[in-house]
């Protein structure tokens, strides 16, 4: 207007009513400036800002939540965990530490709990604890607690025999014709493979015949009889036994001498019992051939004398081959698990055994024993 003026305000500030001058505008009470929290008016301008906790956006109005755990910016303990609460956080100690977040101590679980780690030993450790158990139990996966080991599940834990799980143990119910940790042999009794040789094997045993006699229809004795052959050797028919009795002399130097006042059967006199060296009228003298101190039979073999001849069978841990010979027995490989809870290892007519942790050798190292049924020796 003529002779007069208007005043045209920059932003953030408003005429007076006159229009002669600008004065500040108080944002923050036009709706809190827009802000989301708080609003602070300054001359020609505000500022939004947030409660402790939160922090203003790139829009410069609105607040978001500070995770105080994800940056580091808290107080917590090493062994307590951070917890992020709105505008805040908090600090709490975590399993096997006692205190208030801020600050933490280990708990002693084994001193505050005496009924931890039945059928063990309660370890406790900054933090935790852990369980050293009793023989015949085993940490659970958390190691907090013992549980009994299932022996059973082993593989021929209850080598000829079965399984029974005990709390902590085992027993082993043994199969006939054994006793626990041993075998019943036999062949120490006397009555068994009569007329032949007895062979105690596992659970039972065999009884190998000399040739031409036969296992009779019991499987505990063999049967056969004598006759003489041309060159005063005997050979041996598959019938009954020759049950003759006749005079039986102690010795023989060229002629039958010292009679036993008594009479038996040859085989008696000459072989089960070794007394005489003849026997029968006219006199018919017993050769030993085993004795006679000629190497007769082959390397790795056993003389046996039998009336009027001899056998030769290959010594224990030796088989005879076609050609005759008797060559070393692969026991490692013909036997299967022959060394079970071990390795085995072939040697010359044997082998040994090297037994896994937890199992001893017998005193032949044929065997690894734990808890089991075992064979007599």
Not at 6 to 31: F, H, K, L, W
Not at 116 to 133: D, F, I, K, M, S
């Amino acid at each position: 207007m003529p002779g007069t003026y208007q005043c045209s305000c920059n932003t953030g500030y408003q005429a007076t009513p006159d229009r002669q001058g600008c004065v500040d505008i108080d944002e923050c009470t036009i709706m809190n400036g827009g802000c989301e929290t708080h609003c602070t008016n300054s001359e020609g301008s505000y500022e939004c800002s947030c409660s402790e906790g939160y922090a203003l956006m790139p829009d410069l109005r609105t607040c978001a939540d500070i995770d105080e755990c994800e940056i580091g910016a808290h107080n917590c303990d090493t062994h307590a965990a951070c917890i992020n609460v709105p505008g805040s956080f908090k600090c709490r100690c975590r399993d096997g530490w006692v205190g208030d977040g801020i600050k933490c101590v280990d708990m002693d679980e084994c001193a505050d709990n005496v009924n931890l780690c039945e059928n063990g030993q309660c370890l406790n450790a900054p933090g935790v604890y852990r369980c050293e158990c009793e023989m015949g139990f085993t940490p659970t996966e958390d190691s907090k607690a013992c549980e009994d080991i299932d022996e059973c599940n082993f593989q021929n834990i209850c080598v000829f025999g079965s399984c029974e799980n005990l709390p902590g143990m085992f027993r082993c119910v043994c199969d006939e014709g054994y006793e626990l940790d041993r075998n019943i042999n036999e062949c120490a009794v006397h009555v068994n493979c009569l007329n032949g040789l007895c062979v105690n094997i596992p659970g039972s045993y065999m009884c190998n015949c000399p040739p031409d006699f036969t296992l009779n229809p019991t499987g505990v004795g063999c049967v056969g009889q004598w006759r003489k052959q041309l060159h005063g050797k005997f050979s041996f028919l598959p019938h009954n036994a020759d049950m003759r009795k006749s005079v039986c002399y102690r010795n023989f130097n060229d002629t039958c001498e010292n009679e036993l006042s008594f009479n038996m059967t040859k085989k008696m006199c000459c072989c089960a019992y070794n007394v005489g060296k003849a026997w029968n009228k006219p006199c018919e003298p017993y050769i030993d051939e085993c004795n006679s101190g000629d190497n007769l039979c082959q390397r790795n073999a056993n003389c046996i004398n039998i009336p009027g001849s001899y056998r030769c069978e290959c010594s224990q841990g030796f088989t005879l081959s076609p050609g005759g010979a008797c060559l070393d027995r692969n026991e490692c490989q013909e036997i299967p698990n022959v060394c079970s809870h071990g390795q085995c290892i072939d040697t010359q007519g044997s082998y040994r055994c090297l037994c896994h942790n937890g199992f001893k050798a017998t005193a032949d190292q044929t065997m690894c024993m734990g808890k089991e049924c075992k064979h007599l020796v």
